[in-house]
């Protein structure tokens, strides 16, 4: 796991595990780990993550280091049910096809979260439509 500062590329922190994905304990870990070691000065840390940090640890780490993030979200069948119920509305400034925003609450999680989801089409073939969803805890 690698942390950089986006703007100037710097390294800030890394963890090294042992091949397999990472534990909740150790992406929280990281992360806390990341925000100490920021060099002086930063006023905001902004974080952004993929589907294999979506996690309460990680939540909670950016929380503590007083964050603003966004973690790429992995699907369940309570965010499908979700996503399902959603007012989808037309993603004009996306690659998105649709979108749709709504406040969510994962199992365990102490507070709700917006979550801010866009479907892509693509055909398949004449009569069929693939869906692919991308979604975000914001």
């Known amino acids: 796991m690698l942390t950089f500062i ?7 922190w890394d963890a090294v595990h042992n091949g397999d994905r990472p534990t909740r304990k ?3 870990d990281h992360i806390r780990n990341a925000c100490v070691a920021m060099p002086p000065g930063v006023r905001q840390i902004y ?7 979506y ?19 992995r699907k369940t069948s309570r965010l499908v049910e979700e996503l399902r119920r ?4 037309p ?16 199992d365990g999680w102490s507070k709700a979260y917006r979550f ?5 089409e693509k055909m398949r073939d004449e009569t069929q439509r693939a ?4 979604l975000r805890v914001l």
């Open 91 to 106: 993603s004009p400034k996306t690659d998105g096809d649709a979108e749709c925003e709504f406040r969510y609450q994962p």
């Open 116 to 120: 801010v989801a866009l479907r892509y």
């Open 55 to 73: 996690c309460l640890e990680a939540v909670g780490a950016y929380e503590e280091c007083n964050a603003r993030f966004t973690i790429s979200a």
């Open 47 to 53: 974080g952004r993550v993929d589907s294999g940090f």
């Open 26 to 28: 150790q992406i929280g």
């Open 86 to 89: 959603a007012e989808w509305k």
């Open 6 to 12: 986006a703007e100037t590329r710097e390294y800030i």
């Open 131 to 134: 869906h692919r969803l991308g």
